[in-house]
T-cell receptor, first 117, second 115 residues
Framework: EPEVTQTPSHQVTQMGQEVILRCVPISNHLYFYWYRQILGQKVEFLVSFYNNEISEKSEIFDDQFSVERPDGSNFTLKIRSTKLEDSAMYFC???????????????FGAGTRLSVL | AQTVTQSQPEMSVQEAETVTLSCTYDTSESDYYLFWYKQPPSRQMILVIRQEAYKQQNATENRFSVNFQKAAKSFSLKISDSQLGDAAMYFCAYRSASSGDKLTFGTGTRLAVRP
């Protein structure tokens, strides 16, 4: 069964460094998402992406964050200058249809644990 | 803004028994979708079951069923004949049917299954 793949599974970085989290969505999916979960807290929406542009973003997704789909298969989340509070599990998801229809089912990857030291 | 609350951080069930996980939500919308996702250790979240708010009939998927009480804004998950493979973190999630496609999650319930 097709899966959303995220790499790496664990990323350790120093505060202030740039990190790129990578995701390979399911191949025929058109809608892409990033969520994050700080330890002990809720899974929170960061951003949705369609047709090479951001559809929606949360307050968390500030100028330090960016997303792109550079080659038609990968979907990346970049954090320009990491902060301690960026330490979290980051989940990528993809879907075939957009949310207003019942067909939008988001399929998730296993996540990347980001540790900022 | 919508919120989702899961009041049970941890639950435990004996193998072959039935367990119910609770979820409540708050919204002013009348049309929306509700989901239960399962996350086994170190694995991706998998959709277990979903409910469309305009449907009165409770969704069922094999051993998994929901009790959807729209007026009470309650959406509990019942797992029948629990199996060892059901051990996981379970997340309840909400999605609007009219404004965007983001999921709003609860904090999760960790389910242990005793052999």
């Amino acid at each position: 069964e097709p899966e959303v793949t995220q790499t790496p599974s664990h990323q350790v970085t120093q505060m202030g460094q740039e990190v790129i989290l990578r995701c390979v969505p399911i191949s025929n999916h058109l809608y892409f998402y990033w969520y994050r979960q700080i330890l002990g807290q809720k899974v929170e929406f960061l951003v949705s992406f369609y047709n090479n542009e951001i559809s929606e973003k949360s307050e968390i997704f500030d100028d330090q964050f960016s997303v792109e789909r550079p080659d038609g298969s990968n979907f990346t989340l970049k954090i320009r200058s990491t902060k301690l509070e960026d330490s979290a599990m980051y989940f990528c998801a993809s879907a075939t249809d957009r949310g207003l229809g019942a067909k939008n089912i988001q399929y998730f990857g296993a996540g990347t644990r980001l540790s900022v030291l | 803004a919508q919120t989702v609350t899961q009041s049970q951080p941890e639950m435990s069930v004996q193998e072959a028994e039935t367990v119910t996980l609770s979820c409540t939500y708050d919204t002013s919308e009348s049309d929306y979708y509700l989901f239960w996702y399962k996350q086994p250790p170190s694995r991706q979240m998998i959709l277990v079951i979903r409910q469309e708010a305009y449907k009165q009939q409770n969704a069922t998927e094999n051993r998994f069923s929901v009790n959807f009480q729209k007026a009470a804004k309650s959406f509990s998950l019942k797992i029948s004949d629990s199996q060892l493979g059901d051990a996981a973190m379970y997340f309840c999630a909400y999605r609007s049917a009219s404004s965007g496609d983001k999921l709003t999650f609860g904090t999760g319930t960790r389910l242990a299954v005793r052999p």
